[in-house]
């Protein structure tokens, strides 16, 4: 495949037993590669077009995986918390030294359904719509940084600065911690060096073990620290471990996904004019929008790890093995959404970007919320911009692909 370029690409360990080698073949999106001058999309559009419903991609993490590419098997799967289980450590329970439950996203079943019952109201709608107002402030305060310059390297500028800015304040931590938050993201995203995460991941951990027992000691806070420590249902509460995990989490799926999800959909504004100008005189349209640009250009990709036996496409699926669910596939599926390539912000019903069923995403709402105000903010005071003229996109192959810059220019 000439357009990627592999930098750090992870070894390959022997194949299973019960792995046929016809069955046998690549999965471009893993850390350590770099997609030159086509989308991601353009990779879920492989995998749509794969004859094989399922097939084992040896390079994954090191230890391979199952790569589903049926739209109707994706969304069939995402709910299996039964066979398909959440619960394995992510990288952040994997590498620090602190004992952390990284909930709801991995646990399963009864326990899954107790930790949203907890949680849940701090991310209702009612709770996520009286934020706007300030996400539209500190929105409009980074882009009359640059709206005058007539340029901007999107990602830099904005793509990362406002989710960054936004989770601060949500979490009620200092704003002058803003470039080393910054910082951490990038290389938890797009760094290929272990030692170098690791370290990112004590620096992240230790901060919030200290930030909880503060809080603690100071209850009745708005941020949302303070309130998971309040948050109960029927008298149970989070213990230590989870609250830390938790926060962990809100800082890995608040960060990187509105920042990849940001970067995506402006990427795609910048090369459809006519579509920018008509949301800019349509304003109200610019929600069905931002739910059809993350439907079209979904990047997540969840991860399951085989509980019990079981059969997927007729293939044999054995405890532990790792199965790899891309939303996108499933979203450009021409047997699950009519013209799937195509944008169409009149499109109903929901799509699969953010999980579906019980393994919903629980900050589904404070994601659209800042991808809502990131449009609306930013159509309102910048007049049309292009992708700078010669500039060729790369985006990092991780777990959530994203571009590494965006130059735009009006």
């Not at 991860?303 to 496409?313: F, G």
């Amino acid at each position: 495949m000439a357009n990627l370029i592999t930098v750090d690409q992870p070894g390959e360990a022997p194949l299973p037993p019960h792995v046929p080698v016809g069955l046998v073949g690549d999965f471009p999106a893993v850390r350590g590669r770099v997609l030159r001058g086509r989308s991601p999309t353009g990779l879920w559009d492989d995998l749509v077009a794969d004859p094989r419903p399922i097939y084992w991609a040896p390079g994954v993490q090191g230890r391979g995986a199952w790569i589903v590419t049926d739209g109707a098997l994706i969304v069939e799967l995402l709910p299996n918390m039964a066979q398909l289980s959440r619960s394995a450590k992510n990288i952040v329970a994997r590498m620090s030294r602190h004992k952390l439950a990284i909930v709801p996203s991995s646990t399963d079943g009864p326990l899954h359904r107790e930790y949203r019952r907890i949680l849940n109201p701090i991310y209702a709608p009612k709770h996520i719509a009286r934020m706007e107002q300030h996400a539209r402030a500190v929105a409009r305060e980074h882009i009359a940084a640059f709206a005058g310059q007539g340029r901007c390297e999107f990602m830099a500028d904005f793509a990362m600065a406002f989710p960054i800015r936004m989770f601060l304040e949500f979490m009620g931590l200092p704003l002058h911690m803003t470039g080393r938050f910054l910082e951490w993201e990038r290389i938890m995203v797009q760094g290929n060096d272990r030692a170098e995460i690791a370290a990112v991941i004590e620096q992240l951990v230790d901060l919030l073990v200290d930030t909880i027992a503060e809080r603690r000691n100071a209850p009745g806070g708005e941020d949302l620290i303070s309130r998971a420590i309040a948050a109960e249902y029927n008298g149970r509460r989070l213990d230590e471990a989870e609250l830390l995990g938790h926060c962990c989490n809100l800082f890995l799926g608040g960060l990187d996904t509105i920042t990849t999800h940001c970067g995506h959909i402006f990427d795609w504004l910048a090369h459809h004019p006519v579509e920018q100008d008509w949301l800019r005189r349509n304003p109200a349209a610019v929600a069905d929008a931002v739910h059809e640009l993350t439907r079209l250009q979904a990047m997540v990709i969840q991860e399951r790890y085989c509980s019990e036996p079981m059969e997927i496409a007729g293939q044999a699926i054995l405890p532990g093995d790792l199965v790899m669910l891309p939303t996108g596939v499933a979203n450009r599926d021409p047997n699950l959404f009519a013209a799937p390539t195509e944008a169409r912000f009149d499109r109903k019903g929901a799509h699969y970007t953010f999980g579906t069923g019980e393994n919903l995403c629980l900050g589904l709402h404070l994601a659209r919320l800042e991808l809502r105000v990131a449009v609306e903010e930013f159509l309102a005071a910048v007049p049309t911009f292009t992708l700078q003229p010669g500039h060729v996109m790369e985006h990092a192959l991780c777990s959530i692909p994203q571009p590494i810059a965006l130059p735009l220019v009006w």
